[in-house]
Each structure stands twice: as C-alpha cells, then as structure tokens.
C-alpha cells in the first residue's frame, strides 16, 4: 500500500514536471517573441546621436589667474558654506545653491538677507564653471566676479562693503589660511576670497549622466528618451541649446514675462528680454524654471518654450519624450565633505546688528 502510495506520487511528480518544462518551454518561445519584437521596435528608433551633441567635459575651462591648488579649492569650500560672508549670518551660498539638491534650493524665488526674496530665479552652481557668462542675464563674465555679488547684494547676503566681509573672516579666524593659500601676509582680501570660491565652484561638475555614458557606448537610454533627443533636434530647440553643454552659452531673446534681462544691464532697447540660454544638464533637478521660476514642472517649462520660441504646440507625446530626454542629463552630482568652519577658540561668532 505504501509501495504503491509512492509510485503514484512519483508519477504525480513525473506528470507535474512534464507539464512544468512544457510550460517552460512555450513561455521561453513566447517572450522570445515578444523581445523580438520590442527589439525591431528600438531599432526603428535611430541610435544615431544628433550632430552637436555629446558627452559632458571631464575637464573644467580653468582661469590662468587663478589656478586651482587644493588648498585653495579646501578654502573656497569653506567660504561657500560661510554664514560670515552675511550681514545676518543666516546666510552662506548654499543656502540658495544647496549642494545636497544639485545647487539649487527649488523655489521660484530664494529666501535671502530679512527673509527678503529676491527678483530672479536661483540658477544652479553644478558646472557653472563651464558658461561663458555668470547670471541669467550674464552681467559677470567669470566666476571670480559672480563670487563678489551676492555677499553685498541687498536682498542675498547685505554685507556693507568688501571691508566689512573681509573683518568678519579675520575675526572667525581665516587670517592663516588665506596666507598659506594666496602666499603673502596681506592676503585676506575680499578679491581673494571670491577666487577661493570660484576654485571650489570649478570643481563642481556632474558626469556621467545616462546620456553621456550612452553617447560613450557605455548604456542605454530609453526609447523614449531617444525620440526625444531626436524630436529636440528635428524641431530646433538645438539652435540654442546646441553641444554637449546643450546651450550655446548666447543671449537670446525669451519674449516672456516682465524681466528685461540683458536690458537691465546695458540699459539698450535692443537687449530687452534677452537671456542667456540656459543648459539642460541636471535641469530634471532644477525646478522650477525660467528666471521668474514661474515653470513648475519640466512638461511646463518644455511647453512654453515650444510655443514662445519656435511657435509650436507640442502633442502630449512629444512633450513626455522630450522630457525623458532631459531626464538622462541628470548626471553624478560631486561629492562634497561638510566643513568644518574656523572660528575664535571657544567663542561662537557674534550675530547682532546694529
Ligand atoms: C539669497 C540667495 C542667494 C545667495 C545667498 C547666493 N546666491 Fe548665487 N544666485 C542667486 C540668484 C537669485 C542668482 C541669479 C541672479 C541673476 O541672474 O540676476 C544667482 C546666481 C549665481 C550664479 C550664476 C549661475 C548662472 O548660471 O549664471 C553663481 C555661480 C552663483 N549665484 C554663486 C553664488 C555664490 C558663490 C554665492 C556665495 C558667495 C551665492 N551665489 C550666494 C541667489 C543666491
Ligand atoms: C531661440 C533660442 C531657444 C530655443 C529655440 C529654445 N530655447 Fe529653451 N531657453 C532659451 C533661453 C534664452 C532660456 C532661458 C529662459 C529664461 O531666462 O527664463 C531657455 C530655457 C529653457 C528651459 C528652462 C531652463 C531652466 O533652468 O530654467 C528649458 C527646460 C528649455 N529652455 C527647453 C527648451 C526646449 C525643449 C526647446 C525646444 C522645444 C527650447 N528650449 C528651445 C532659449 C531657447
């Protein structure tokens, strides 16, 4: 009886995966199928990366002026996250270039100095070593100058002066440093300060986005994101923003909103509503959008752009593929170790305001 109980059970099992292995075997087929067919499928989409396009730089424009030394670059890092470059001490660079979110604080406006807001859109720092020219409506041309803005800008940082920026370092403690760095004894200066940042900032660059590993033949991207990046060429959103930095680094004229732009600058009727083209590296990560940050989302800002510039209505498909397109811009934000700030043996910084 048992004898006979395990022979049935053995043939249950025979049976059982006979049925399995030809279950197996037409599952096997049938996905052969399908992968088959979502193949032919990608390669109808041309793989073929449009003329202009490519890969990030690995390699930052450096300012002969003022070479990057590690010392110099530890010292910028420092400063950038320094509350003493603020008349309030609330206030370091990366408050409204957070370094944990891609350099950007995400609001349409930041909060600065009075917990004032200011008028323009926080662009991000992540490979601003790369544009021709600093602020959405390129007023300074280098690093070194953006750095001296914003600790005297009235609604960012409210520093009185240079003089003013230049005691409270050396009160917190910075005479040292900035003399080993720049290698003389008058060295604190409020210039050197804005080189120290701007050495740190140019290490600040985002490689290896899914579309340069993709450009390198090192991945894939997806079918979608490739009919975006071919829907942006087709349709001449690449006239702007064009190479691998996807902005041609020029002014062009965004009709749009109430902001002059380059006019607020040169004070010229023919400069009205020009901008600098914005890149779209980690642009995924940089919401909102425009100078006015009135874009919420990216679908947003793609939709504007279509019709203010090139005069077309994109359909709900071209609009999700270019998005997914811009997705794989996203590249590997820098790993930055927090520093610790000098100040005073035992004594905290003194806020008041007079
Ligand atoms: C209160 C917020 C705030 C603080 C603090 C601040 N910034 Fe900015 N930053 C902005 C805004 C807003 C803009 C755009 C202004 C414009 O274009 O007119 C900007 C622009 C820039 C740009 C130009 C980027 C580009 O794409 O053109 C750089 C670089 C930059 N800031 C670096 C710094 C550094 C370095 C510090 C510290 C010394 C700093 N910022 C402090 C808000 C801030
Ligand atoms: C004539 C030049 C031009 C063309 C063509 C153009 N853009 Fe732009 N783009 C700009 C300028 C200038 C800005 C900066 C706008 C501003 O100052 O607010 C910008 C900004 C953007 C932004 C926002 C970036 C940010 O950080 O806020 C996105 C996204 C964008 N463009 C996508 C596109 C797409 C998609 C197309 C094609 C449908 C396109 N652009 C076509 C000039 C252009």
Redesign the pocket.
């Known amino acids: 009886m048992s004898q006979k109980m395990q022979r049935i059970n053995v043939d249950a099992l025979e049976l059982h995966s006979g049925k399995f292995n030809y279950i197996k075997l037409f599952s096997v087929l049938l996905l052969g199928i399908v992968l088959f067919g979502a193949q032919s499928a990608v390669a109808a989409i041309p793989n073929a990366i449009p003329s202009g396009m490519g890969a990030l730089p690995t390699k930052v424009p450096d300012n002969p002026e003022n070479p990057m030394t590690p010392a110099k670059i530890e010292l910028g890092k420092k400063l ?1 996250f320094e509350p003493a ?2 008349a309030s001490g609330q ?3 990366n ?3 957070n370094l944990s979110t891609y350099g950007v604080d995400n609001q349409a406006f ?3 100095h009075g917990w004032q807001r ?1 008028g ?6 992540m490979n ?1 070593a790369f ?1 021709s020219k ?4 390129g007023r300074a041309p280098l ?1 070194e100058d ?2 001296k803005g ?2 005297l800008n009235p ?3 409210a520093s009185k002066d240079p003089a003013e920026v230049e005691a409270r370092l050396r009160a917190a403690g910075y005479q040292a440093e900035f003399e080993a760095v720049f290698g003389s004894k008058d060295a604190l200066t409020y210039d050197n300060m804005a080189n120290a ?1 701007a050495a740190f ?1 140019r290490t600040l660059i985002t490689p290896n986005a899914p579309f340069d590993k993709f450009v390198r033949g090192e991945g894939d991207i997806s079918a979608a994101a490739k009919r975006g990046m071919n829907k942006v060429s087709e349709i001449g959103c690449t006239s702007c923003h064009s190479g691998a930095l996807f902005t041609n680094n020029q002014f062009m004229k965004f009709n749009y909103g109430t902001d002059d732009g380059l006019k607020s600058v040169t004070g010229k009727e023919e400069d009205s509503h020009l901008f ?1 083209v914005q890149s779209w590296r980690n642009v995924a990560m940089t919401a909102p959008y425009f ?1 006015d940050g009135s874009a919420a989302t990216l679908e947003d800002a793609v939709v504007t752009m279509a019709k203010v510039q090139l005069g077309r209505t994109l359909s709900k498909d071209e609009v999700s593929d270019i998005v997914a397109f811009l997705k794989t811009l996203t590249g590997e934000s820098p790993v930055v170790s927090y520093p610790i700030l000098p100040r005073p043996e035992g004594i905290a910084l003194d806020w008041e305001e007079d």
């Open positions: 950038y470059l603020s206030f370091s660079c408050s409204c270039h930041s909060i600065g200011g323009r859109n926080s662009p991000t720092v601003s544009w600093q602020f959405w409506d690093l953006q750095a914003p600790a609604v960012e940082m940042i900032e600098r100078h």
